[in-house]
């Protein structure tokens, strides 16, 4: 997977289905994402909606990292570099280095969208706790 096919990837699947899109929750539910020229503005982070495509890059730049797989961390019970949210999960590494987050801070939850939409558009798959690439090699 060559990360910067990712925004091909995410653009192509607004393409097919339009703009503002219903992204599945992966327990059940959905949220609204809406194509940016910089991102995806979705309505389930509250005051800080935007992610832009480094996020969705950076998330995919961990998977290859970490084999194709990685955890997807938590930044609701730890803070960075906790054993709960490490730099090589995808929450972790999405903090450092796409927000500038250091370790010991806490960190602004993004996993749920950045991770349902990379599974939307046909990129990886959710296994508990973990994303896992579908095009690695």
């Known amino acids: 997977m060559d990360v910067i096919r990712v925004v091909e990837l995410i653009r192509r699947k607004f393409d097919e289905i339009g703009s503002p899109a219903d992204i599945p929750l992966l327990k059940g539910g959905s949220f609204k994402a809406r194509l940016m020229d910089e991102g995806v503005e979705v309505d389930n982070l509250g005051t800080q909606p ?70 939307w558009a046909g990129i990886c798959r959710s296994e508990p706790n973990e994303l896992i690439l579908l095009d690695f090699a």
């Open 50 to 119: 935007f992610l832009n495509w480094a996020a969705f890059q950076e998330a995919v730049c961990a998977m290859i990292r970490n084999g194709g797989r990685a955890k997807r961390g938590d930044a609701m019970q730890s803070r960075l570099g906790d054993p709960g949210l490490h730099l090589d999960s995808i929450e972790g590494h999405v903090a450092h280095v796409v927000y500038g987050k250091r370790v010991g801070e806490t960190v602004f939850r993004r996993i749920t969208p950045i991770g349902c939409v990379l599974v």
